[in-house]
């Protein structure tokens, strides 16, 4: 008997979490159409591109990874793949890229990715060089989230867009104005990934923390009075907020099996003072299953910079922010975006951004050597700091970050953590010569990486497990389980997860 074979889709991802939730979207969307995912271009019928246009870098990585594409259509002609360039990356270029990559098949942005089955249609059906970059012109947001196979953790569009217009930032050109989802659509979207097996979801949005704004509040809901020293944010009376819908994810009946809610990403205008409570203990308004983890882009540590950046917050404010954070939260992991060699920054600038990380103390650290986007309006300003000044600044702020991580994370060895396994770790060294047993990963509720060694050969993949952390590096723990009494209750067959599908780079 002749069957036909499975058709197979990979999408290959350069970005922020945002473009690897938009792949799980396009995975899935696919996979309704019969499409298996691969990560090998060799096998793949449709081959897709998904790139951010944050970085030059992550740009840089798309448009390589594009090119080596070409030969597989050269070798397999007709046969060939269908290759299509997404993300922030196709809305920016609008179809320029056919001139220096003729095989590419067509063009698309972010508001183009629920068209993708016909887009890929059309291909099929020999349209080639065409291009869907329109943005979607309706007011409000409305989306449902798809995964491919069964999930413990999904990323979950709340909102998108940005309207802060930061001088250096393509997102608002390439993603538009902010727009959200309402509550009730968030919360029926999320029962109906609970009921699938989810655990763990992450709220996104390229500015989540201003979530609902222009949303109408239906359920009689009055925004708590803000003291926010930043006096920018304010109670948006008669709209719906990002607290809000915390608290309405904590009192739906139907999410009591959803363990822990994070989200990203967030800026200091709206990281409010409602939003600091929701971080505190139950009985001062906390939310009991917000991780305690959060990710405040802060840029720089210098007034100056932060205002040629058009980021309107203040680095003292910034660090108040934080301060309030921990008091109420001692456990919480804190992580941040910074830029170097921003036009004009001085020495004494730089170090004013290297003394934040002694202030704060992040877990984590995602720096970034600035360079100019075409279309915004910092790309007008002479980019003046020479690249070896960006470097060794950048080099010598990721090894302080390092030093910083070591003694915070060895605080941590002799504490027992609950940690949620994502799947088998990448290197198995931590095994001695000679052991049976397994190295798994996963993360602990403030969202530090732990590895522990299994000898059960039990399947421990999606399982909440409490771990005792009995050695540290800058980046990550390790432990030994300490009881996994529950499996059997949590592992009823039910649900069987599946890997998240990884065919990313993640580019904050
Ligand atoms: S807030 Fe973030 S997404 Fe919005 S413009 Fe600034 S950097 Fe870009």
Redesign the pocket.
């Known amino acids: 008997m002749n069957s036909t074979p499975t058709k197979k889709v990979l999408v290959k991802t350069f970005g922020c979490q945002m473009n690897v939730a938009d792949t799980e979207r396009m995975v899935a969307l696919m996979g309704e159409r019969g499409m298996e995912p691969t990560e090998n271009p060799k096998e793949a019928d449709l081959i897709i591109i998904n790139g951010c246009s944050?970085r030059e870098k992550a740009v840089h990585k798309a448009v390589s990874f594009l090119g080596e594409q070409q030969i597989l259509k050269k070798q397999k002609g007709e046969k060939g793949p269908i290759i299509a360039l997404g993300g922030c990356v196709g809305q920016l270029d609008k179809g320029e890229v056919f001139k220096r990559a003729p095989y590419l098949d067509f063009v698309f942005g972010p508001d183009a990715i629920d068209q993708l089955p016909e887009l890929v249609h059309k291909a099929e059906e020999g349209n080639r060089h065409f291009v869907q970059v329109e943005f979607d012109k309706t007011l409000a947001y409305s989306t449902q989230t798809k995964v491919h196979g069964s999930k413990a953790q999904a990323f979950v569009n709340i909102m998108k867009g940005?309207?802060?217009?930061?001088t250096?930032?393509?997102?608002?050109f390439t993603?538009g104005r902010e727009k959200s989802r309402t509550i009730q659509e968030v919360l029926d979207d999320l029962a109906g990934l609970v009921a699938k097996g989810v655990r763990e979801v992450t709220l996104l949005g390229?500015?989540v923390n201003s979530f609902g704004k222009g949303n109408p509040n239906t359920n009689g809901y009055e925004p708590k009075e803000l003291h926010n020293p930043i006096g920018k944010v304010g109670p948006r009376a008669g709209e719906e907020n990002f607290p809000q819908l915390l608290y309405a994810i904590e009192a739906d009946p139907r999410l009591e099996k959803l363990k822990r809610i994070r989200f990203t990403?967030s800026?200091p205008l709206d990281f409010s003072d409602e939003l600091i409570a929701c971080y505190g203990p139950k009985e001062k308004g906390g939310v009991t299953r917000l991780a305690k983890h959060l990710h405040l882009?802060v840029?720089s540590g210098s007034n100056r910079m932060l205002t040629k950046m058009?980021?309107h917050h203040q680095i003292e404010n910034y660090i108040a922010q934080m301060k309030r954070l921990k008091e109420l939260c001692p456990e919480v992991g804190m992580s941040t975006d910074l830029i170097v060699g921003f036009p004009t920054e001085s020495e004494e600038e730089y170090l004013d951004t290297r003394k934040l990380l002694d202030e704060v103390q992040f877990d984590n650290i995602y720096a970034f050597m600035y360079s100019p986007r075409p279309g915004t309006r910092a790309s007008k300003l002479p980019d003046d700091v020479p690249n070896d000044v960006k470097s060794r600044r950048l080099n010598d702020l990721l090894a302080h970050q390092l030093t910083i991580a070591k003694t915070t994370y060895a605080s941590r060895v002799g504490q027992t953590m609950e940690v949620l396994v994502e799947g088998l770790a990448k290197h198995q060294n931590m095994m001695k010569e000679g052991e049976k047993g397994r190295v798994w990963t996963g993360r602990t509720t403030c969202n530090r990486v732990v590895n522990f060694i299994d000898t059960t050969g039990r399947n421990y993949l999606g399982q909440l497990l409490m771990v005792k952390i009995t050695g540290s590096t800058s980046l990550s723990l390790s432990g030994e389980l300490v009881h996994d009494s529950g499996y059997a209750e949590r592992n009823d067959g039910s649900v069987q997860y599946t890997s998240s599908y990884s065919s990313s780079e993640v580019v904050q």
Do not use: E, L, T
């Open positions: 944050v940005c309207d802060k217009y930061c250096y930032c393509i997102v608002p993603r390229q500015n990403s800026h882009p840029q058009g980021r």
